[in-house]
């Protein structure tokens, strides 16, 4: 079992940065990547960026120069920078925990940009 909590303030103006963190513990050593996914209202839930044990990281196209996937793992928190902020990323933010045969979630963080 891996619990996770995700945190950060969510609500600004576009062209502007937040951070979320992403705190686990538990089974932490049978993670093998994780990683921030987000849903858009009426859209389905999409990849926003992994990293994996090795350091590996993968972005999606439409965040790639705007995001940044760091980690902790002392702390085993993993952050995800958002900068240059756009309207249309405006979803719920869910920290996610890769093992092998499955995943964990966070409860989902609300990020809204206003234009």
């Known amino acids: 079992q891996v619990q996770l909590v995700d945190s950060g303030v969510g609500l600004v103006q576009a062209g502007g940065s937040l951070r979320l963190s992403c705190a686990s513990s538990g089974s932490i050593f049978s993670i093998n990547a994780m990683g921030w996914y987000r849903q858009a209202p009426g859209k389905q839930r999409e990849l926003v960026v992994a990293?994996?044990?090795?350091?590996?990281?993968n972005y999606a196209d439409s965040v790639k120069g705007r995001f940044t996937i760091s980690r902790d793992n002392a702390k085993n928190t993993v952050y995800l920078q958002m900068n240059s902020l756009k309207p249309e990323d405006t979803a719920v933010y869910y920290c996610?925990?890769?093992?092998?045969?499955?995943?964990?979630w966070g409860q989902g963080t609300q990020v809204t940009v206003s234009s």
């Open positions: 996610n925990a890769e093992l092998r045969y499955t995943n964990y």
């Open positions: 990293i994996t044990n090795s350091g590996r990281t």
